[in-house]
């Protein structure tokens, strides 16, 4: 199986998406249009890119994945605040990583009222127990109460080099939550990155697509590969090593046990997201082989030219 599609013309057709029991249409037009020319460039903090947070709720104390030499950690603060997990902190964190960005601010405001931050994240509000105006407030505290933990480790002809650093997110925040979203509150949410984070994503930056994002946003495996991906495009000369599916497994793969079942449920669910990020980012240029991946040089989804 060969995924092939770098030099076709960018265009995204209707999609037909099923969440739980309803159904939902999403449409996202590009024809030809760059980010740029759209005015939809994002950023990611490249930390945040080489591996991923928790698909689904968990209450561990802390979380792990690795990329070769790369690992991180995720670990709480207050014991009773749980970690991040699932699409919302990935939106989140591609948003602050854009604005950071954007104004070289340390300092983002979040908006004047729950509903404007939502339409930022392109989320629709909805309240009750398992609306989505609740999971945001759990996920933005979530973020803002554990530390990422990047552990680094390189190998060459002079020997090993073993390198670490603790990124918090705030170092200072201030979320008022009024009872209706709507409503403009009194003084604007705002978080003050620390400054190692800060650090992380101007010195950093992964461009993407945010309307590619929002596309994919009810699947973080998808949000998680089609960052990647876009990633390693950015760099790739010629024909990848191949990147195994155990490999890729510690780095994307949360949910899944490290049995033969679980191996095989992971190179299923990956192979059906991978699929539906190709029919967005058609600049990717991957080859399936049996035992893994071959990234071939493509095209990234975000050129070099519009990172400034």
């Known amino acids: 199986m060969k995924i092939h599609k770098a030099n076709r013309a960018t265009r ?34 490249r930390a945040l890119v080489n591996a991923t947070l928790p698909h689904k709720p968990t209450t561990d104390n802390f979380f792990q994945r690795s990329n070769g030499g790369y690992k991180l950690t995720l670990s709480r603060n207050d014991p009773k605040v749980g970690l991040p997990s699932g699409t919302y902190p990935r939106l989140i964190l591609a948003w602050i990583s854009t604005e950071v960005v954007k104004t070289q601010s340390q300092t983002v405001q979040l908006g004047n ?23 945001l407030k759990e996920q933005v505290r979530k973020l803002s109460n554990c530390t990422f933990n990047i552990a680094q480790t390189t190998i060459d002809e002079h020997g090993v080099t073993e390198s670490t650093k603790n990124l918090v997110l705030a170092e200072e925040s201030a979320f ?17 990155l620390s400054e190692a984070f800060y650090r992380e994503i101007v010195e950093h930056p992964v461009p993407l697509d945010m309307e590619v994002l929002k596309a994919l946003r009810r699947s973080p495996l998808a949000l998680d590969i089609y960052s990647w991906l876009t990633y390693r495009t950015s760099y790739q000369k010629g024909r990848s090593k191949p990147i195994t599916w155990g490999s890729l497994q510690e780095q ?8 033969a079942q679980g191996k095989r449920n992971f190179k299923k669910k990956f192979l059906k997201q991978l699929n539906k990020v190709c029919k967005f980012y058609e600049g990717a240029n991957v080859e ?5 991946l071959i990234l071939n040089k493509g095209k990234p989804s975000v050129a070099k030219v519009a990172v400034q």
């Open 288 to 292: 399936v082989i049996d035992n893994g």
């Open 113 to 135: 009222s729950m509903t404007s931050f939502m339409k930022k994240l392109d989320i629709m509000p909805t309240g009750g127990r398992w609306g989505s105006i609740p999971r």
């Open 252 to 259: 994307f793969g949360s949910d899944y046990q490290d049995t």
């Open 176 to 192: 008022h939550w009024a009872k209706n979203p709507d409503q403009a509150d009194l003084w604007d949410s705002s978080i003050t």
């Open 12 to 45: 995204i057709r209707e999609i037909k998406k099923t969440s739980l029991k309803k159904a939902v249409d999403s449409k996202l037009t590009i024809d030809g249009a760059t980010a740029l020319e759209r005015d939809q460039v994002g950023y990611l903090a």
